[in-house]
């Protein structure tokens, strides 16, 4: 069974940071993708950022790029997703996802439990 554990959220003012993380267990493909989503009231869920299993290749959002961070440790199968810059459009509840085939932005083949993410003054 596959497992995401996300961890990291919390309230931030604009302008501030913070550093999720994902542990994952449990995949058995050999490439995958991993990394998030988001969703916010009453708007439709975004790719954010993820990572390529194989070759570490990562992908980002228009929305976040030069903002978000995604890395990876390898050896404790924990993605992490560094947020500098936020913005009160960065609220939203956080998913730790993971895509078996195809595109890790766009499609979403497990995903963890939500973590909040609020931007706010």
């Known amino acids: 069974e596959v497992q995401l554990q996300a961890s990291g959220g919390g309230l931030v003012q604009p302008g501030g940071s913070l550093r999720l993380s994902c542990a994952a267990s449990?995949?058995?493909?050999?490439?995958?993708?991993i990394g998030w989503f988001r969703q916010a009231p009453g708007k439709e869920r975004e790719g954010v950022s993820c990572?390529?299993?194989?070759?570490?290749?990562?992908f980002y959002a228009d929305s976040v790029k030069g903002r978000f961070t995604i890395s990876r440790d390898r050896a404790k199968n924990t993605v992490f997703l560094q947020m500098d810059g936020l913005k009160p459009e960065d609220t939203a509840v956080y998913f730790c996802?993971?895509?078996?085939?195809?595109?890790?932005?766009?499609?979403?083949?497990?995903r963890g439990q939500g973590t909040q993410v609020t931007v706010s003054s």
């Open positions: 990572m390529n299993s194989g070759d570490g290749a990562t």
């Open positions: 449990g995949i058995t493909y050999a490439f995958y993708g």
């Open positions: 996802t993971a895509a078996f085939n195809g595109n890790c932005l766009r499609d979403l083949d497990a």
